[in-house]
């Protein structure tokens, strides 16, 4: 079975860091694109960040600068590294993989539902 596990959110001060993860399994890992997407309280889902079977990444113009995804096939997690949060950044964060296409267009796209595959959220809040 295709599993995705998200894991490393957490409360944090603004300013402050924190590295997520996302462990996948049941699927040739480094064939496919992983990205990560983020829902906040009453809005629709936004995708954040991801990154290429060939490792070209994308991330939103709101993360630019700030947020730093990477991946360790050997180990099949994808690393989502958020430095300068903000209170905005607030949200559950989710790791999410397609099966149909190796680049970054859905997530660019914040198709979150054009996704193959989704993981159980992590938290990440940012207070003021």
């Known amino acids: 079975d295709v599993q995705l596990q998200a894991s490393g959110g957490g409360l944090v001060q603004a300013g402050g860091s924190l590295r997520l993860s996302c462990v996948a399994s049941g699927f040739t890992f480094g064939d496919y694109a992983i990205g990560w997407f983020r829902q906040a309280p009453g809005k629709e889902h936004e995708g954040v960040s991801c990154?290429?079977?060939?490792?070209?990444?994308y991330y939103a113009d709101s993360v630019k600068g700030r947020f730093t995804i990477s991946r360790d096939n050997a180990k099949n997690t994808v690393y989502l590294q958020m430095n300068s949060l903000k209170p905005e950044d607030t949200a559950v964060y989710y790791c999410?993989?397609?099966?149909?296409?190796?680049?970054?267009?859905?997530?660019?796209?914040?198709?979150?539902?054009?996704?193959?595959?989704w993981g159980k959220g992590t938290l990440v809040t940012v207070s003021s």
């Open positions: 990154i290429s079977s060939s490792d070209g990444t």
């Open positions: 999410a993989t397609d099966f149909e296409q190796k680049d970054c267009t859905v997530v660019a796209a914040s198709r979150y539902y054009g996704m193959d595959y």
